[in-house]
């Protein structure tokens, strides 16, 4: 069993910055694929971004490519999404998911764990 608590989001104008942090506990954690997701009102979750267990595979969805960067540290547990220059259109719930093997994957159905997300709210 996989527990994640997303911290992080808030209330940023356009152009700015924020991190989100996705705290994992479980002794496999290392061993997962994870990846961020995100909903805004009336739509479906979509993947933002996802990275492979040894973080070395990473991939992004088009309209983050260049501003957001996903990370993490296996060692403590944690999984990182550094979100610069944001728009308007990247308001929305953010999550964080875990998948049960260590490929990449890019579609919600592939993940079996996730948080109970955090809101970040972008101002024009």
């Known amino acids: 069993q996989v527990q994640l608590v997303e911290s992080g989001g808030g209330l940023v104008q356009a152009g700015g910055s924020l991190t989100l942090s996705c705290a994992a506990s479980?002794?496999?954690?290392?061993?997962?694929?994870m990846g961020w997701f995100r909903q805004a009102p009336g739509k479906g979750r979509n993947v933002v971004a996802a990275?492979?267990?040894?973080?070395?595979?990473?991939a992004y969805t088009d309209s983050v490519k260049g501003r957001f960067t996903i990370s993490r540290d296996n060692a403590k547990n944690m999984v990182y999404l550094r979100m610069n220059s944001l728009k308007p259109e990247d308001t929305a719930v953010y999550y964080c998911?875990?998948?049960?093997?260590?490929?990449?994957?890019?579609?919600?159905?592939?993940?079996?764990?996730w948080g109970q997300g955090t809101q970040v709210t972008v101002s024009s």
């Open positions: 990275i492979d267990w040894s973080g070395g595979d990473t």
């Open positions: 998911a875990a998948r049960t093997t260590s490929p990449i994957a890019t579609v919600a159905r592939a993940y079996v764990y």
């Open positions: 479980g002794p496999t954690f290392s061993k997962y694929a």
